[in-house]
């Protein structure tokens, strides 16, 4: 079996989608924005949490670019990037198969 090596982009890209996965809060957000579709309101009430906890979950949601933030009026409306989660959904199906042997 040759041995495959990663591209430091690819392998880069997977920690950062991990990192933004890795806290159940993060997943709790992004997965109230998919169903959601748009969210303008206050996220504090809505996970009980305080306004630096919550900005910090949505600024690593953003790094990753699962969630994108419009500015409308004095609030900011987030969504989902449904084109970066098929992207995700396609690196790590191929990164997994890979792992377990599976031809791609």
Not at 35 to 42: F, L, M, N, P
């Amino acid at each position: 079996m040759a041995e495959r090596i990663d591209s430091s982009e690819e392998v880069r890209e997977i920690a950062l989608i991990g990192k933004a996965l890795s806290n159940p809060i993060r997943v709790q957000i992004l997965r109230f924005l998919g169903d959601q579709g748009s969210y303008c309101g206050d996220l504090t009430e809505r996970f009980g949490l305080a306004q630096s906890t919550v900005s910090h979950h949505i600024r690593i949601l953003k790094e990753a670019g699962l969630i994108q933030g419009e500015e409308q009026g004095t609030s900011t409306c987030y969504r989902v990037v449904p084109e970066r989660c098929e992207h995700i959904c396609r690196l790590f199906s191929k990164t997994f198969k890979e792992i377990a042997g599976i031809a791609p």
